[in-house]
């Protein structure tokens, strides 16, 4: 790291001349550390930790050309200009009600977000508004000078500013502060780390910025990032960021666009939640795109948000039913942090609601989000019959979440006054005289089924006829082998009748 962060000190600099037309980003070798930049180059600096650099150059059409020449240089991408879409905001009595995610408060039944840092790469943020949310860079000492975490940017103790390059992210235009709210009305205690791609109050930036915004929110550790922009052409520079930050196991969510028709990047790429829109009867709004890597839907027609003035707004776009599956994301992550990009996504995927045709579809992926279906997806299940005749074998099985960890899986009886545990044998056990313990542990990535009873159950049959008729009450619960809870308690309850 010290090696990295001299070569930044070395490489960021400005070079003769004034002014520059156009920027470049430039991977280099990973031998090369440093080169001889041609004449045209007017500013260069490197991104941390990495051997890509954002260069800047002066007028004319050939410097694109001299850098790919430039012995060392591997790529070289013109960057491109991102507009954020405008939110269409309007300020009125609300008498059409707002958009929202139904149920919220199911969801807050797995967490609120608490433990968690999400990314917001947008316009900044009110901190006025949102400074109690924003994430604390507590290995810096802010306004010191010094690069205490020795991460490439001094002083980002409240985030960054890509657009100024300076240490406040401020949100100047209102985007940023009104994704924010959205994201918080989802997972009220998770942290935003804001990062702002944008120029004083302007929407646009380049991609040069939005990749290196994408890597600094890497590097800083946070758990889910939230872009809500999206442009029709391809970028190699937030692709290679956006690969990064998911294999370092952080889960990207992108909105689609606002124009109807393709689905766009980056939100097209593997591995990205693409999230599009609905209104507020369900159906797929008249703004939200369309292709084959469409995630889900979720809240972004007549939404109602927070300004960075404090007044509230309503507004339209997938820009806001973005930060809704980010904030489904969070919560998941501060119920269970072991769970990887895929894995969250296998479950806000499982927790929507198909609106189409039965299946996955180009319109609205998987379906629309829902909080009492991710609350379900994310929740370990036992299934057995309601009634049950005396002397049958019933077939007792538990549906589980993945949770990227060993899991120790709990299983227990109760009936009357008593609590039976099962053991990894199968045998149960009064919870009187026994210290409970898993009957199972597995390693789960995939949703599971573990059969207890019955055809090809773990444990054969289980005869019911020695047993009094009663109400029969089956819980499961899942943890680490830390003890920590991986999901909430689950029952089901089974009347046993002559």
Not at 24 to 29: D, G, I, N, S, Y
Not at 457 to 471: I, K, R, S, W
Request: proline share 5%.
């Amino acid at each position: 790291m010290k090696r990295v962060f001299c070569i930044f000190l070395l490489v960021f600099f400005t070079m003769a001349g004034t002014g520059y037309s156009g920027e470049a980003v430039v991977w280099l070798a990973s031998d090369k550390s440093m080169v001889a930049w041609p004449s045209c180059v007017t500013q260069v600096r490197n991104i941390p930790g990495t051997p890509v650099f954002r260069v800047w150059f002066g007028p004319g059409d050939m410097c694109l050309t001299a850098l790919a020449q430039v012995e060392g240089v591997i790529f070289v991408e013109e960057s491109k200009t991102i507009v954020i879409p405008q939110g269409q905001a309007v300020q009125d009595s609300f008498s059409m009600g707002c958009n929202t995610l139904e149920n919220v408060d199911r969801l807050l039944e797995l967490g609120t977000g608490e433990d968690t840092i999400v990314a917001v790469v947008d316009t900044g943020i009110s901190f006025s508004v949102f400074g109690q949310a924003v994430a604390i860079n507590e290995k810096e000492i802010p306004d010191d000078g010094i690069d205490n975490d020795n991460n490439g940017y001094v002083d980002d103790y409240l985030g960054w500013d890509f657009g100024e390059m300076d240490v406040y992210p401020a949100d100047l235009q209102g985007h940023g502060t009104q994704v924010s709210s959205m994201l918080l009305s989802v997972a009220p205690d998770t942290r935003i780390l804001p990062i702002k791609v944008s120029v004083g109050n302007n929407t646009s930036f380049s991609t040069g910025a939005a990749a290196e915004a994408i890597y600094y929110a890497a590097s800083r550790g946070v758990d889910v990032i939230n872009m809500s922009f999206s442009t029709a052409d391809f970028s190699y520079a937030i692709f290679t960021a956006v690969t990064h930050a998911l294999d370092a196991g952080i889960l990207v969510v992108a909105a689609t666009g606002n124009d109807g028709r393709a689905l766009q990047f980056p939100a097209s790429m593997d591995g990205v939640v693409a999230v599009g829109s609905h209104d507020a009867a369900g159906s797929p709004s008249w703004f939200s795109p369309v292709g084959d890597t469409m995630g889900l839907l979720g809240p972004g027609e007549n939404v109602c948000v927070t300004d960075r003035d404090g007044t509230i707004v309503r507004v339209s776009g997938t820009s806001f039913s973005a930060p809704v599956a980010a904030g489904a994301g969070a919560v998941l992550k501060s119920m269970n942090p072991h769970l990887t990009p895929l894995s969250l996504r296998r479950i806000l995927y499982k927790g929507t609601v198909d609106i189409l045709d039965p299946g996955y579809d180009i319109y609205s992926g998987y379906g629309n989000i829902s909080a009492e279906r991710i609350f379900s997806a994310a929740t370990p299940r036992v299934r057995v019959p309601d009634r049950v005749a005396r002397g049958s074998l019933p077939a007792v099985a538990i549906d589980l979440p993945p949770t990227d960890v060993v899991t120790d899986v709990y299983f227990a009886l109760m009936f009357n006054d008593t609590i039976l545990w099962m053991d990894a044998a199968g045998s149960w056990s009064d919870a009187a005289d026994f210290y409970f313990a898993p009957f199972h542990t597995h390693l789960m990535t995939d949703f599971t089924t573990l059969k207890v009873y019955g055809d090809d159950g773990l444990y054969g049959v289980v005869d019911t006829a020695p047993h009094p008729p009663e109400n029969y009450l089956w819980v499961t619960a899942i943890f680490d082998n830390n003890g920590i809870i991986l999901g909430p308690v689950s029952w089901a309850a089974m009347r046993l009748h002559n």
